[in-house]
T-cell receptor
Framework: DGGITQSPKYLFRKEGQNVTLSCEQNLNHDAMYWYRQDPGQGLRLIYY???????QKGDIAEGYSVSREKKESFPLTVTSAQKNPTAFYLC????????????FGPGTRLLVL | SQQGEEDPQALSIQEGENATMNCSYK?????LQWYRQNSGRGLVHLILIRSNEREKHSGRLRVTLDTSKKSSSLLITASRAADTASYFCARETSGSRLTFGEGTQLTVNP
C-alpha cells in the first residue's frame, strides 16, 4: 500500500449525515485521486487534484466534495446528497506527470446504517 | 462509462498453468497499465506499457499492446495460488487520469 494511508478502514453513515474519509501520503506526490469501487466492478474517478489548492471533478463527483489544502492530504466528504454511498473508497497518488504509476491506499469501506 | 472491456470476467485455472487476460478500449491512449487487487485491499501496480511499445516483460508477467486493434493482454506464466486476485487494466488518455476496466477475477487452484 506504499506511503498512502486511509482512515478509517470502516465507516458507518446515518441517513442525512456527512462523513469525511481521510487520505494522507508521504511520497511527496503532486497528484492525488479518489475512486469509488462497487462490488465486482472497476474503479470510477470521483475527484482528482494535480496541485495544492486545485482539484477537478471526475466522472461521478455528484454528492461528494474534496479539499487540497496541503500536498500530503486529500480528504473526501460524502455528503447527504449522495443517495447511494455504500461502496469501497480508494485514494491514490502519483507524481502527476503523464505516464506515472498511481499508488493506492488500503481503502475505506463505507456502509449506511 | 469504463470506455472498454476486459475478458474474461472470471478465470479459474490450476497452479502451474498460464493465465491470459484481455483488455479492449475505444479511444487513443498514451499508455496502458495493469494493476492487481487482492480482495478488500488497494490496487498494486504491475506493469506499464507505452503506446509505442508492443510487448513488455516483468518476471512471470508479459504484457502486449496492439494499438491498431485497441487491445492489450496480460499473461501470467506458471501461475501460483498467491496470484489469485482481480486484475485491472487502466488506460491513460489525458493528463494523469486513468480509466479502469471492470477487471478479471483470477482464481488459481492449488
Amino acid at each position: 500500500d506504499g506511503g498512502i494511508t486511509q482512515s478509517p478502514k470502516y465507516l458507518f453513515r446515518k441517513e442525512g449525515q456527512n462523513v469525511t474519509l481521510s487520505c494522507e501520503q508521504n511520497l511527496n506526490h503532486d497528484a492525488m485521486y479518489w475512486y469509488r469501487q462497487d462490488p465486482g466492478q472497476g474503479l470510477r474517478l470521483i475527484y482528482y487534484s494535480q496541485i495544492v489548492n486545485d482539484f477537478q471533478k471526475g466522472d461521478i463527483a455528484e454528492g461528494y466534495s474534496v479539499s487540497r489544502e496541503k500536498k500530503e492530504s486529500f480528504p473526501l466528504t460524502v455528503t447527504s446528497a449522495q443517495k447511494n454511498p455504500t461502496a469501497f473508497y480508494l485514494c491514490a497518488s502519483s507524481a502527476g506527470s503523464v505516464g506515472e504509476t498511481q499508488y493506492f491506499g488500503p481503502g475505506t469501506r463505507l456502509l449506511v446504517l | 462509462s469504463q470506455q472498454g472491456e476486459e475478458d474474461p470476467q472470471a478465470l479459474s485455472i490450476q497452479e502451474g498453468e498460464n493465465a491470459t487476460m484481455n483488455c479492449s478500449y475505444k479511444t487513443s491512449i498514451n499508455n496502458l497499465q495493469w494493476y492487481r487487487q487482492n480482495s478488500g485491499r488497494g490496487l498494486v501496480h504491475l506493469i506499464l506499457i507505452r503506446s509505442n511499445e508492443r510487448e513488455k516483460h516483468s518476471g512471470r508477467l508479459r504484457v502486449t499492446l496492439d494499438t491498431s486493434k485497441k487491445s492489450s493482454s496480460l499473461l501470467i506464466t506458471a501461475s501460483r495460488a498467491a496470484d489469485t486476485a482481480s486484475y485491472f487494466c487502466a488506460r491513460e488518455t489525458s493528463g494523469s487520469r486513468l480509466t479502469f476496466g471492470e477487471g478479471t477475477q483470477l482464481t488459481v487452484n492449488p
